[in-house]
């Protein structure tokens, strides 16, 4: 598999405390991974550096067919250039209804100033009602996304990411704050938007990330711990000690 994103040496210090220290990751096309640790761990910083958010002191962060460096673009280009976060918590338009904001996260892919010209056409209310159909929201299109549940609107905001066509999706704990039933639809999604692009899983939660059945990597100290089959992680010494053993 060739990979899309490759991250070697990296790291970054805050007021000399290393929150990233000679961190190497590296995640093919269509391929989906889980990113695991305790608190501190370094999960967060490690999304800003690939999204361009925070700047490494040192180490290469290449993407594609590797000629390119995110470390010389914007977050903006960064964007642009394939990379989608989604955050904890959902920042869906509350007021507008699901297919709104599902078109809203098209007319931002044509281009931020699109949005002011934008005429949908008969195939971006087909993408909306694609994308509705792909986060299982088909029969709630018209509802107003401030009366949706909190698994609803967290699965709205992913179908607005993945309206922006990213090659790589990094999600934050998104099964966070979810019954069993929604985290099962969540993996569902997530699976399912594996299949054509990468996704970066940051969860605590590790029966989730089981049912995810991908692999593994599981950060310590700003570094990989470990790397593997969830069933290798698991079972492995170092990270039962400083992190399932807590
Ligand atoms: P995680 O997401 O795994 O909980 P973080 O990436 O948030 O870990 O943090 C890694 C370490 O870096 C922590 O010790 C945190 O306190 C520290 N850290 C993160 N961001 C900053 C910052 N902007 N300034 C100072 N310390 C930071």
Known sequence: MSSLLEVSGVSVSFDGFKAINNLTFQIGE??????????????????????????????????????QSLLSMSESQIAQAGVGRKFQRPTVFEDQTVAENLMLALKKKRSPLAVLGFRASRADHTRVAELADEIGLSAALDRKSGELSHGQKQWLEIGMLLA???????????????????RE???????????????????????????????????HEGSVLAEGSI??????????????GR
Not at 54 to 61: I, M, N, S
Not at 174 to 180: D, E, I, S, V, Y
């Open 30 to 67: 269509a391929e989906m991974r889980a990113v695991i640790g305790p608190n501190g761990a370094g999960k967060t910083t490690f999304m800003d550096i690939v999204t361009g958010k925070t700047r490494p002191d040192e180490g290469r962060v290449l993407w594609g067919d590797k000629s």
């Open 164 to 182: 922006q066509e990213p090659k790589l999706l990094l999600v934050d704990e998104p099964a966070a704050g979810m019954t069993p039933a929604e």
């Open 185 to 219: 639809h969540t993996t569902d999604i997530l699976v399912e938007a594996a299949k054509t692009r990468a996704v970066v899983v940051v969860e605590h939660d590790m029966e989730f990330v089981r049912r995810l059945n991908c692999k593994v990597t599981v950060l």
């Open 231 to 244: 069933d290798h992680v698991t079972s492995d010494e170092a990270v039962i000690e400083v992190y399932l």
